[in-house]
Structures are given as structure tokens and as C-alpha cells.
């Protein structure tokens, strides 16, 4: 992938990982050895993050060699060995767990987005994450989401007008805040305004909204607030989506379901590096 701070980051886990040297590798293993290695998925799943833990290694040492026999977003099974590495034992032990986080954490996210888009395939639905991410890491956690399958919602807060219920309170209301918003932003910018009634629902397409985040409802509230909207503005469910039933949630007509929990608290892949 291209990122343009990539390095910057990776650079920073290692220093974090790293300390001031790797004392345990540096008092047990002569400088002169080498070894090989081959990274085993513990359990199936969806690979993402292997450029990035490539891109690990050579930043500890240019001469370690990675390779890897699939790519970013195929499907691995449990016991299959899927990439190697080789070259100094102790360069290679010194990356070996910041090369790891990073691919079982994205690995995570791609899998539950996988799992997710299944949930609602065919049903025209789709899934996107939020910006509930991990500080500094949005842009490869977004990017897991897309290797599953996903779709990103607002990268951050310039990226578009998302009206919640903080800003309708401080603006004075629905119909306020979009028109302030309509009128302080380009014409090509969408706006989106959350509700949670079918009221605030009818307040949001009065004021005009292109987007109307339906918040958590029940799926009998989503598909009566669907009828009412009839395609005059984008929907979207959310709140506590990762704990639905997504193809019950899609049933009601959503366009949108975003999920947070697709990298806010998303289960690391479990992922080993083992030396031969």
C-alpha cells in the first residue's frame, strides 16, 4: 500500500519495541548467524498487512528477505504457512514482533469486514467502518477494511458533514444545523444529519439532508423510517452494529450499515513466526 507517513509510523513502533537494543537476542545469538523462517496462521482468516510487515524488516535490516505466497485479502486456513523470512538471526527476532502486530491486528479487521459483508450479501447493502480507529493507525485500519471487502466512511473530520446529536443540540436543531452547514460548504459536499425518531427523521429530510443516519433504532423503527424517507436520502444504520444480526439489519432497506467495532475492538488474528 502507499502511504505517504508509513515509514514515519513503522519507524516509531520499532523505537517502542526496540528500546535501546534487543537485549535478549543481542546476549543469546552470535552476530554472525542466520535464519529462516516461515509465518504460520493459528486460525483461518484474512491476510492483510504483509507489504507493511515486509516493509518492517527492511527497515531493521535491508538484507533480510520476505516473501509471501499469498496477498493482502486472500483467505488462509488454520496450520497454513503463507510467507518466509530470512537472513540475520538477530535482525530478524529484533522485527519479528512489531512485523506481527501489525498483520495479526489488520488480519482481525479484514477478517470480521469479510465476515460482516457476507452477512449481507445480495441484500444491496453496505458495510463501512467509522472513525472509531486507533489513534494513529486509521489509515492502515481503514485500508484492512477495504482488503475485507468493506467500504471507508469519513477518513476524518474534513471529509464531510456528519451533524450528530451534540451539534443539533449546540446549533439549536436539525433544521439549524443543516442550513448553516448548506450554507458554509461546498455545493458538492454531502451532509448527514443523525436521528433517532421517526421526528427528527422527518425534520432531516424537511431540512434537505443527503444522508439520514438512522441511530440506534430497532429494525421495525429502520424500516418504517426507510418507508418514510423513500429514497429521497441515503440511509444509514448504525450504533452497535457489530452486535446485530447484519442480514436482519440489511432486511429493513438500509443502504448503509457502518460498524465501529471493525477496528475499535476487533479480534487480533492469531499469527505466529516460526523458525526452521
Given at each position: 500500500m502507499d502511504y505517504i507517513g508509513l515509514d514515519e509510523l513503522l519507524l516509531a513502533a520499532l523505537r517502542e519495541d526496540v528500546g535501546t537494543g534487543d537485549i535478549t537476542t543481542i546476549s543469546c545469538i552470535p552476530a554472525e548467524n542466520r535464519s529462516e523462517g516461515a509465518f504460520l496462521a493459528k486460525e483461518s482468516g484474512v491476510i492483510c498487512g504483509l507489504e507493511i510487515a515486509k516493509r518492517v524488516f527492511a527497515l531493521v535490516d535491508s538484507s533480510i528477505v520476505f516473501r509471501a505466497q499469498v496477498k493482502d485479502g486472500d483467505r488462509v486456513e488454520k496450520g497454513q504457512y503463507f510467507a518466509t523470512v530470512e537472513g540475520p538471526s538477530r535482525s530478524v527476532l529484533t522485527g519479528e514482533r512489531?512485523?506481527?502486530?501489525?498483520?495479526?491486528?489488520?488480519?482481525?479487521?479484514?477478517?470480521?469486514?469479510?465476515?460482516?459483508?457476507?452477512?449481507?450479501?445480495?441484500?444491496?447493502?453496505?458495510?463501512?467502518?467509522?472513525?472509531?480507529s486507533t489513534p494513529g493507525l486509521?489509515?492502515?485500519?481503514?485500508?484492512?477494511?477495504?482488503?475485507?471487502?468493506?467500504?471507508?466512511?469519513?477518513?476524518?473530520?474534513?471529509?464531510?458533514v456528519l451533524i450528530k446529536d451534540?451539534?443539533?443540540?449546540?446549533?439549536?436543531?436539525?433544521?439549524?444545523?443543516?442550513?448553516?452547514?448548506?450554507?458554509?460548504?461546498?455545493?458538492?459536499?454531502?451532509?448527514?444529519?443523525?436521528?433517532?425518531?421517526?421526528?427528527?427523521?422527518?425534520?432531516?429530510?424537511?431540512?434537505?439532508?443527503?444522508?439520514?443516519?438512522?441511530?440506534?433504532?430497532?429494525?421495525?423503527?429502520?424500516?418504517?423510517?426507510?418507508?418514510?424517507?423513500?429514497?429521497?436520502?441515503?440511509?444509514?444504520?448504525?450504533?452497535?452494529?457489530?452486535?446485530?444480526?447484519?442480514?436482519?439489519?440489511?432486511?429493513?432497506?438500509?443502504?448503509v450499515i457502518s460498524i465501529g467495532a471493525l477496528t475499535h475492538s476487533v479480534k487480533a488474528l492469531d499469527i505466529s513466526l516460526k523458525f526452521s
Open positions: 512489531v512485523a506481527l502486530n501489525f498483520m495479526q491486528r489488520l488480519s482481525g479487521t479484514a477478517t470480521a469486514t469479510a465476515k460482516a459483508v457476507a452477512e449481507v450479501k445480495g441484500t444491496g447493502a453496505r458495510i463501512v467502518d467509522t472513525r472509531k486509521r489509515v492502515l485500519e481503514k485500508y484492512a477494511v477495504r482488503v475485507g471487502g468493506g467500504h471507508n466512511h469519513r477518513f476524518n473530520l474534513s471529509d464531510g451534540n451539534h443539533i443540540s449546540a446549533a439549536g436543531g436539525i433544521a439549524q444545523a443543516v442550513k448553516a452547514a448548506r450554507g458554509a460548504v461546498p455545493h458538492v459536499m454531502k451532509i448527514e444529519v443523525e436521528t433517532e425518531t421517526l421526528e427528527q427523521v422527518q425534520q432531516a429530510l424537511d431540512a434537505g439532508a443527503d444522508i439520514i443516519m438512522l441511530d440506534n433504532m430497532t429494525n421495525e423503527l429502520m424500516s418504517q423510517a426507510v418507508k418514510l424517507i423513500n429514497g429521497r436520502a441515503i440511509t444509514e444504520a448504525s450504533g452497535n452494529m457489530g452486535e446485530k444480526n447484519l442480514a436482519e439489519v440489511a432486511a429493513t432497506g438500509v443502504d
